[in-house]
């Protein structure tokens, strides 16, 4: 099954290699991931998609997401 997560984080590469190391670190199944700028100039908006599967969930990939401090916002899209 596939989940679909959005956060807003701080702008810049650096905080997508910290997003993308944790979600690799912990094995999760990526299949899309997007980032976008906004209209503020200090924030993108990322858009990741995973594959759920039993052991590894999408309020997994959440929590682990929340613990990185670039991140302002993070939610469960469907």
Do not use: H
Request: glycine share 4%.
């Amino acid at each position: 099954m596939q989940k679909t997560i959005k956060a807003q984080l701080k702008n810049g590469l650096d905080s997508l290699v910290r997003v993308t190391n944790i979600l690799r670190k912990k094995e999760f199944n990526i299949k899309d991931i997007s980032m976008t700028s906004t209209s503020n100039r200090c924030c993108s908006d990322l858009i990741i998609t995973i594959y759920e599967n039993e052991g590894l969930g999408v309020k997994q990939v959440i929590n682990q997401m929340e613990k990185i401090i670039d991140i302002y916002e993070i939610r469960e899209v469907n």
